[in-house]
T-cell receptor, first 113, second 114 residues
Framework: DGGITQSPKYLFRKEGQNVTLSCEQNLNHDAMYWYRQDPGQGLRLIYYSQIVNDFQKGDIAEGYSVSREKKESFPLTVTSAQKNPTAFYLC????????????FGEGSWLTVV | AQSVTQLGSHVSVSEGALVLLRCNYSSSVPPYLFWYVQYPNQGLQLLLKYTSAATLVKGINGFEAEFKKSETSFHLTKPSAHMSDAAEYFCAVSLTGANSKLTFGKGITLSVRP
């Protein structure tokens, strides 16, 4: 089945460590996105990519990095520079060019211990 | 730039009662508007979207929303709430055009009382 796969679902990280969250889609979507979700704050855009080998910062990019080497993959690295990384992270991708429907993965929980 | 305002963070209704979740938007150009639903520990699922074809949009699970340009609103309604409707609901806006970014509201948690 087509969809967006995020892994791992749950991840624990020690302070000072970098961690990478995986996002893979087999929907042949051009654009991919990473959102962070915190209680009461909705979803905030971290990074997005509209084509391979290109990406742009979103509203809260500090302390994060991404790559887009393949159309299907858009991994997110949470670096030690991110001051408050504990959150729920959602990957998404665009369905089409005429309605901008965005489809989401199941999310990844990151907890810093 | 675009933005979305969802008033209140929590709505509680009785099973069988009307559900009304409010969303107001701000956009410099005609927008696309969306409602998404999120169940605990899951991603977001599209309920419905407005793309200028019709002002009353019907979605999944019996939900619908009406686009009112004069009020800059896109409120979500369902005539009769079901226990399974308990979830968090997000309104979102994007500009027209390919792959435009979505801007989300803060979300509303819907509780359904037996």
């Amino acid at each position: 089945d087509g969809g967006i796969t995020q892994s791992p679902k749950y991840l624990f990280r020690k302070e000072g460590q970098n961690v990478t969250l995986s996002c893979e889609q087999n929907l042949n979507h051009d654009a991919m996105y990473w959102y962070r979700q915190d209680p009461g704050q909705g979803l905030r855009l971290i990074y997005y990519s509209q084509i391979v080998n290109d990406f742009q910062k979103g509203d809260i990019a500090e302390g994060y990095s991404v790559s887009r080497e393949k159309k299907e993959s858009f991994p997110l690295t949470v670096t030690s520079a991110q001051k408050n990384p504990t959150a729920f992270y959602l990957c998404a991708s665009n369905a089409d060019r005429s309605g901008n429907t965005i489809y989401f993965g199941e999310g990844s929980w990151l907890t810093v211990v | 730039a675009q933005s979305v305002t969802q008033l209140g963070s929590h709505v509680s209704v009785s099973e069988g009662a009307l559900v009304l979740l409010r969303c107001n938007y701000s956009s410099s150009v005609p927008p696309y508007l969306f409602w998404y639903v999120q169940y605990p520990n899951q991603g977001l699922q599209l309920l419905l979207k407005y793309t200028s074809a019709a002002t009353l949009v019907k979605g999944i699970n019996g939900f619908e929303a009406e686009f009112k340009k004069s009020e800059t609103s896109f409120h979500l309604t369902k005539p009769s709430a079901h226990m399974s409707d308990a979830a968090e609901y997000f309104c979102a806006v994007s500009l027209t055009g390919a792959n435009s970014k979505l801007t989300f509201g803060k979300g509303i948690t819907l509780s359904v009382r037996p």
